[in-house]
T-cell receptor, first 114, second 112 residues
Framework: DAGVIQSPRHEVTEMGQEVTLRCKPI?????LFWYRQTMMRGLELLIY????????DSGMPEDRFSAKMPNASFSTLKIQPSEPRDSAVYFC????????????FGPGTRLTVT | ELKVEQNPLFLSMQEGKNYTIYCNYS?????LYWYRQDPGKSLESLFV?????AVKQEGRLMASLDTKARLSTLHITAAVHDLSATYFC????????????FGKGTRLHILP
């Protein structure tokens, strides 16, 4: 298996622009997680899905952030409009079943908002 | 709310020395995970500990779990420079949720 795939790997955009990050989980995994990592705040869970359904979005910082999972093999995290404080590395991870919940992380998308 | 605390958060040590990273958590769990993150890279799973007294070893790294003390340790034996990385522990809050809670990570720098 190719592992969790994320695109793009790097994104540089201007403040106010829409940003869409993409994730393909490991085939057969039924949980998908979106994290954000910064030096100041560390690793933060933004939202996670089970069987394509959002379960907990309490970590989404504000309404500018939205996430979807239209099918088992694809998810998006959208920021609209983007702000400089959104600059971070965004990771997608997936896991299988009802536990143990060992998560497999994608390579991440490094987002820079100028 | 489950809290996961690691210490130390930063550690600089010389090659050849032994050291231990500690991971304390605040509620009942018997599932704990250790991850490694190299600078600029993603998180890689190291160990999955699934019961009290579980011990896993790979190379110079050994992880253990004491569920009664709510404590896991990651022991480094005769450190080498290649082990320089950030190490995260994460805890599964078991049957109340489907996510795992990460500690803040321990940044380990091993001096040659």
């Amino acid at each position: 298996d190719a592992g969790v795939i994320q695109s793009p790997r790097h994104e540089v955009t201007e403040m106010g622009q829409e940003v869409t990050l993409r994730c393909k989980p490991i085939s057969g995994h039924d949980y998908l997680f979106w994290y954000r990592q910064t030096m100041m705040r560390g690793l933060e869970l933004l939202i996670y899905f089970n069987n394509n359904v959002p379960i907990d979005d309490s970590g989404m910082p504000e309404d500018r952030f939205s996430a979807k999972m239209p099918n088992a093999s694809f998810s998006t995290l959208k920021i609209q409009p983007s702000e400089p404080r959104d600059s971070a590395v965004y990771f997608c991870a997936s896991s299988l079943g009802r536990g143990p919940y060992e998560q497999y992380f994608g390579p991440g998308t490094r987002l820079t908002v100028t | 709310e489950l809290k996961v605390e690691q210490n130390p958060l930063f550690l600089s040590m010389q090659e050849g020395k032994n050291y231990t990273i500690y991971c304390n958590y605040s509620t009942t769990s018997d599932r704990l995970y250790w991850y490694r993150q190299d600078p600029g890279k993603s998180l890689e799973s190291l160990f999955v500990l699934l019961s009290n007294g579980a011990v896993k070893q790979e190379g110079r790294l050994m992880a253990s779990l004491d569920t009664k003390a709510r404590l896991s340790t990651l022991h480094i034996t005769a450190a080498v420079h290649d082990l320089s990385a950030t190490y995260f522990c994460a805890v599964d809050i078991m049957n109340r949720d489907d996510k795992i809670i990460f500690g803040k990570g321990t940044r380990l720098h091993i001096l040659p």
